[in-house]
């Protein structure tokens, strides 16, 4: 069964860090593009980054740009978010996804569950 | 900036059909930007259910398809069924990114 499990969210202060990660399990990890989705409370989804599968090319949103860096241990299985700076606006549930195929382009198809970024002083 | 336009809720009655749009702000959607469609119900994560256009995933129900149609990436629900009733996600590929539309909410009455 093909799974993605998040964590590391949790409180943080405006101006605070926090590293999110996915583990992933049940296919082949390297064959995959990686994605993090936010969905802010009450609203719609937000492309946060995604990455390819040796984790050269990565891409952003403006939102995130700078403050946020993607990455990937294809020999632990595991897709992170180093987020800094974080600002009132980060807060969201962060989902990580997994590519619908070996190229970000096709899009996403398994999600995880999510995990809950809150900022606040 | 690029914007993504679906209509923010529509209505269908069950065993009826409905055709839910997704338009870029950049001009006509093709089939290079890689349209997907994704279900979303109160409290749970999204479930991805169109790629590429016209792909279904493997638990995809035949009942949704999704096209092109007049520049724009559509999903169409045929037969719907009341556990249809959710809010549904396009997404499109755009310089190496994606972007979300915001979302159509579908209620079945």
């Known amino acids: 069964e093909v799974q993605l499990v998040e964590s590391g969210g949790g409180l943080v202060q405006p101006g605070g860090s926090l590293r999110l990660s996915c583990s992933a399990s049940?296919?082949?990890?390297?064959?995959?593009?990686m994605f993090w989705v936010r969905q802010a409370p009450g609203k719609g989804l937000e492309f946060v980054s995604t990455l390819n599968t040796n984790g050269a090319t990565t891409y952003y949103a403006d939102a995130v740009k700078g403050r946020f860096t993607i990455s990937r241990d294809n020999s632990q299985n595991t897709l992170s978010l180093e987020m800094s700076s974080l600002r009132l606006d980060d807060t969201a549930v962060y989902y990580c996804v997994r590519g619908a195929g070996y190229y970000s382009y096709h899009g996403m198809d398994v999600w995880g569950q999510g995990t809950t970024v809150t900022v606040s002083s | 900036q690029t914007v993504v336009t679906q209509e923010p809720s529509l209505t269908v009655s069950p065993g009826g059909t409905v055709t839910l749009t997704c338009a870029f702000s950049?001009?006509?959607?093709?089939?290079?930007?890689?349209p997907n469609w994704f279900q979303q119900k109160p409290g749970q994560a999204p479930r991805a259910l169109i790629y590429s256009t016209t792909n279904k995933h493997s638990w995809t129900p035949a009942r949704f398809s999704g096209s092109l149609l007049g520049g724009k990436a559509a999903l169409t629900l045929s037969g719907v069924q009341p556990e249809d009733e959710a809010d549904y996600y396009c997404?499109?590929?755009?310089?190496?990114?994606?972007?979300f539309g915001g979302g159509t909410k579908l209620t079945v009455l």
């Open positions: 950049t001009g006509a959607v093709t089939s290079g930007y890689y």
């Open positions: 997404l499109l590929y755009y310089g190496g990114a994606q972007v």
């Open positions: 049940g296919f082949t990890f390297t064959n995959y593009a």
